[in-house]
């Protein structure tokens, strides 16, 4: 009977895939091989830029579900070395427990499998040696790395708004790259300014940007917060895993670097939604409802009628049909209460939120713990070589030497006050936490309650956590189509889902999907930005 064949094929790198025409060649041998043995080749499974240090590699899964789907036939699985297998004990043993308890014949070109305690001990050791040189070429490649970005270059993946070049002196060099360039400076800038008041604002700016460049692509929350707060923007660079400290790079930045801390210390404060100095109490709504007719944001005043005043809101663009139309502010206010009232998340949700709040809040305390215990060991080293300094400065009797001493007692004092500037007090403290979670829950619970008895800045919070941009308002008709904000839209879309983490009563999460789904539940972190408040702004 002919043998079916499956054939095998790993490369580690996105280069062995475009340049070195790696998984051409495996497969080559492989066939060649097959051909040998009297197997008949079915099915080939490449595995492209996939570490063997993994378990989950796609081509490998594929491969598994391929035999699952054919469970009366008999495959010998060919691969070209055992290090294309695997190069990781733990993993080589467990792909080879999933593939022989299939019933496949495992072929290696390097290595023959037999059913011998010789055999297996053979075999052990060469994937022990295997995982030996994975594990070398790493620390390698990683102390290469290092040395590097120690020397300002950046080392990793290019963030957007830079490009590589190969430069004749610098070797990879980072350089802006246009329009991305651009349109982060200015949303940087624009941001530290107050112009663009919170990260949604940011968000919407660089898509819209987009959108005029024929980028066909949108910046998502998470990334509207690394433009933000990438330091290599500035010209600057550091990597703390790595007690790499903050330093000038080699490449130019787009920003300046006190704008870059200015945007910092907007983005540790700023945890409320700021509102415009020109924004009446009387108000609330003016500048985040706009016009039907034009899109523009409508303002707000108190007219004068005969015998009395009234407030309404209108539109004062020029050339729009529905310029200074009012709107009675006791119509359209009340109409957006009902809007708010309509969307207003079920109570099955609430436990949910709780925890996702709590896992970010302890989350953002452990981030800051850990980047402050880097600061201060930086600080206390640099410190220990300032004392050093000193203690040798009487000892000598050359000038020069000490000329230099006293310099580099200079430089590290300047790289000490650096260092202090970027510890902050810690905004994730527990106290108050319990406070002001309960103050996000019932925002969600009663966001209409909330609005009714809050002031100003705390009816723009409800707002901004509610919807993700502003709302039209057509005169006579009411409000068109609201874009909820994504949190609140996710917290819609769970309760209305089979997903059994509506019906848990707890916190544990049963299974993988749920985990996925509670993950992706941390995107209500943007409720968190705008009313948990931080220890400093709860003293105020």
């Not at 280069?15 to 790696?22: A, E, I, L």
């Not at 004990?89 to 070109?109: A, N, Y």
């Not at 016009?291 to 007219?303: E, I, M, Q, T």
């Amino acid at each position: 009977m002919i043998t079916k064949a499956l054939i095998y094929c790993r490369v580690s790198s996105i280069r062995q895939v475009m340049d070195g025409h790696g998984l051409d060649s495996q497969e080559l041998r492989c066939r060649n091989f097959a051909i040998s043995k009297g197997y008949v080749v079915e099915k080939v499974f490449p595995d492209e830029g996939v570490s063997g240090g993994l378990f989950e590699r796609p081509a490998m899964k594929a491969l598994i579900a391929y035999l699952d789907n054919h469970p009366l036939e008999k495959y010998a699985i060919v691969f070209d070395d055992l290090s294309r297998f695997a190069r990781d004990m733990k993993v080589h043993i467990q792909l080879r427990t999933e593939l022989r308890s299939r019933g496949v014949k495992l072929e290696c070109l390097n290595f023959n499998f037999e059913d011998s305690p010789e055999s297996e001990y053979a075999e052990l050791i060469l994937a022990a040696g295997n995982q030996y040189q994975r594990q070398q070429n790493r620390r390698q490649v990683i102390n290469r790395m290092k040395a590097r970005i120690e020397k300002g270059y950046w080392s990793f993946c290019n963030p957007p708004g830079f490009k590589y070049i190969k430069d004749p002196i610098h070797g990879k060099l980072l350089i802006r790259h246009d329009p991305y360039a651009t349109i982060f400076r200015t949303a940087i800038e624009m941001f530290g300014r107050d112009l663009l008041i919170t990260q949604d604002d940011v968000q919407n700016f660089i898509n819209q940007e987009y959108l005029k460049n024929g980028i066909q692509r949108k910046i998502s929350h998470a990334g509207t917060y690394e433009i933000l707060t990438n330091i290599l923007y500035a010209g600057y660079i550091e990597y703390l895993p790595w007690d790499i400290p903050r330093m000038k790079a080699q490449h130019k930045g787009f920003i300046s670097y006190e704008t870059y801390l200015n945007v910092q210390g907007k983005i540790a404060k700023r945890t409320k939604v700021r509102i415009r100095k020109d924004t009446s109490k009387d108000f609330p709504l003016r500048r985040l409802i706009t016009c039907f007719d034009c899109d523009r944001p409508l303002s707000g005043s108190w007219n004068k009628g005969r015998t009395n005043y009234y407030p309404n809101y209108f539109c004062i663009t020029k050339g729009c049909p529905s310029r200074y139309k009012s709107i009675s502010k006791n119509i359209l206010e009340p109409q957006f209460k009902d809007l708010l009232e309509k969307n207003t998340p079920p109570q099955q949700v609430y436990s949910l939120v709780q925890s996702v709040l709590e896992d970010v809040w302890q989350n953002k305390h452990n981030e800051y713990s850990k980047t402050s215990e880097a600061i201060n060991t930086k600080i206390n080293e640099k410190t220990l070589k300032i004392q050093a300094y000193l203690e040798r400065i009487p000892k000598s009797q050359d000038s020069q030497l000490i000329e230099l001493y006293e310099k580099e007692i200079g430089k590290l004092k300047k790289e000490i006050e650096e260092l202090q500037e970027r510890l902050i007090p810690n905004p994730y403290t527990s106290n108050g936490f319990g406070t002001a979670l309960t103050k996000v829950i019932d925002t969600i619970k009663n966001p209409v309650t909330v609005w009714e008895n809050g002031d100003l800045e705390t009816k723009f919070a409800i707002f901004h956590m509610y919807f993700d941009t502003k709302i039209p308002y057509q005169r006579g008709k009411g409000f068109g189509t609201a874009s909820l904000a994504y949190p609140i839209k996710l917290m819609h879309d769970i309760s209305v889902s089979k997903d059994p983490l509506v019906e848990m009563g707890s916190n544990e999460l049963p299974s993988e999907k749920v985990n996925q789904k509670h993950l992706q539940a941390y995107s209500i972190v943007k409720i968190s930005s705008f009313c948990i408040p931080t220890e400093n702004q709860q003293k105020e």
